[in-house]
């Protein structure tokens, strides 16, 4: 009778195959410690040879005992020739990692343009302050260029800039001009460039 693969036990590591499963099976049967050890070497050396890319890992021997020993379901009783993984480390589920959720006045600046916003407020006054505030700004500009394709006015830029420094940095936009950006040219498509070329041949033998 045919078995299908979805009626056999289910692979504990499908990368490696069913037949490699079945060796490991085998070698948990072996009664002699040595032998079994021996045959749990011959597994680990045909698991290398399935992936001869981690040759270049270091120490990439260890990795594959870890994975006899897991595919074992680590009662293999044998001499590894490393410390293998836990069985422990495999159950534990990774703490929680704390995602900060700021709320952001204009999103399409971002928090931390928001953040340099507020480093330049608290700086004092003088020269690079200026100069920073005149980066942010432009970079401001740039950023709401966009989302906004009609363009804004640094009269637009200013307010933001006031309002996302807590009412620090009120810039009069008579003092200070910003940068005017223009949409880059959309690049030459293929067939344009290929039909000028294949003028510039033409001519080329006009002229012979």
């Known amino acids: 009778m045919l078995l299908y693969n979805t009626q056999l036990k289910k692979l504990i590591l499908p990368e490696y ?8 099976d085998h070698c948990l049967t072996i009664q002699d410690r040595e032998e079994r050890t021996r045959c749990a070497r011959t597994i680990v050396a045909t698991m290398a040879t399935l992936f ?3 040759n270049d890992v270091d120490d990439y021997k260890h990795k594959f005992w870890d994975h006899l020993a897991i595919m074992a ?26 995602y900060m959720n700021h709320e952001m006045r204009f999103r399409h600046y971002g928090k931390d343009l928001e953040r340099m916003i507020g480093r330049a407020a608290a700086m004092e006054e003088g020269e690079e302050r200026t100069a920073l505030i005149r980066l942010l700004a432009n970079h401001m500009k740039k950023l ?12 637009k830029i200013f ?6 420094s807590n009412n620090r940095l009120h810039i009069d936009p008579a003092t200070m001009k910003l940068h005017e950006f223009k949409e880059a040219p ?4 293929g067939k344009k460039k290929k039909k000028k070329k ?8 006009l002229d012979l």
């Not at 195959?17 to 490991?24: A, D, E």
């Not at 966009?146 to 009269?155: I, L, M, R, T, Y």
């Open 17 to 24: 195959g069913r037949n490699i499963q079945k060796m490991v």
């Open 52 to 54: 001869p890319e981690m």
């Open 73 to 98: 379901d680590f009662k293999l009783d044998v001499d590894y020739p490393c410390e293998i993984i836990p069985q422990d480390d495999l159950n534990n589920t990774p703490e929680r990692v704390p």
């Open 144 to 155: 709401m260029l966009a989302v906004n394709k009609d363009g804004v006015s640094d009269e």
């Open 159 to 164: 307010k933001d800039l006031y309002l996302l």
């Open 186 to 189: 959309a690049p030459a498509s």
């Open 198 to 205: 294949k003028s510039a041949n033409n001519s080329a033998l």
